[in-house]
């Protein structure tokens, strides 16, 4: 990502700085969003943030570095996010989702990629984790199939397909959802996803076609996908949240706060 006008040339000398400023703490951190897009894809787009993906535990570790170098930080969402502003220019340090499923743990360091960012070497989200977390994004104004797309087409014969299977988990219709798309969007590349990922996930598929009717129940999935879509299914059809304890990670109140906050 080559900065093209005095305005980018200002907020990469900022991103490099602060990567620069993590790296000297020795805190840890992995750098995604466009930049690890960038470098698995070869798809370069003009951004406005770094993002930064960090331990949950380190959050406020990473933030002080931050705010040492002359940073105004603040916790966006308690669930997900962090920012660290400097003027127009800002690094989002994310520690999970928006709908609290994709949260950062251990394995994520243990299975970064090594690169380089702006000329600062650092590790960036691996593939199946950046998949993972774009696999949820589906708002109205923004979703991410297409890096999905286009990461498996560079990376999908490298990856650890069980790893991104077992991240989804009992979400593996997501998944599906996703890989049904690839072999629309490439179909001369299909095989890029292997054979036994697409019959496991279809057997499944087909296992659930005839469900037991006393599985039945008033729950909405959708809101792990948009908070604000599936309101109406929530307010005036009366389901039950996927987001909130137990099919999802948040509580009613972390939910409803989540609702609250602007669009990211």
Sequence with gaps: MVAETADELRACEF???MLERLRAAGTRFLVGGAYALEHYTGIARRTKDVDVFVHPRERDAVLAVLAAGGCATEVTSPV???????????VDVIFSSGNGIVEVDDSWFEQAVAAKILDVPVLLCAPEEMIWSKGY???RERYDGADIAHLIRAWGRRMDWRRLLDHFGPHWRVLLSHLVLFGFV???ERSTVPEWVMRELVARLDGEIDPDPRCRTRLCGGTLLSRYQYRVDLDRWGYRDGRVRPTGR??????????REPKS
């Design 15 to 17: 991103y490099r700085d």
């Design 80 to 90: 997900w996010l962090a920012k660290a502003f400097s003027g127009d220019d800002f």
């Design 137 to 139: 994004i589906m708002e």
């Design 186 to 188: 490439y179909p001369g």
């Design 250 to 259: 948040l509580t009613a109140k972390q939910a409803a706060a989540l609702d």
